[in-house]
């Protein structure tokens, strides 16, 4: 595994203890359960670009580049997230009723990973 997606998964999961001791003793157990819901989320998205990523690189004909496979692969991929953050928004939204602003407070602190962990990687 590349070693951003480990930086941003570490840190997402370090975000995902400090949210609720963060979100607990500001706003109560409600507002906690919201916002691990949240970075819950975002992790998940995480782990589908980490599956995506292992699945292409296992693939038999990735040894020649093939622009048309290679977009099919993106836009899936891109589809299976959008999908998956949206099904489980609606979910934490819609059945759990957790609070609107614990859950997307949650999930963008856990997107912000994306821009904050490559600034912690020293380049070789």
Known sequence: ????????????LALLLIVA???YAVWGAVATKAALFGVF???????????????INKAPDNK???KTANLNEFIR?????????????A?????LKLLPLGLLSGFILGQLIWILAPLTIKEA
């Open 77 to 89: 991929s891109w589809l299976e997230r959008y999908l998956v953050v949206g099904v489980l928004l």
């Open 64 to 66: 020649a580049p093939n």
């Open 21 to 23: 001791v963060g979100a």
């Open 91 to 95: 979910l934490g939204l819609g059945s």
């Open 41 to 55: 989320i975002a992790t998940a998205n995480t782990l589908l670009i980490v599956w995506r990523m292992r699945a």
């Open 1 to 12: 595994m590349d070693l951003r997606i480990r930086r941003v998964l570490s840190l997402q």
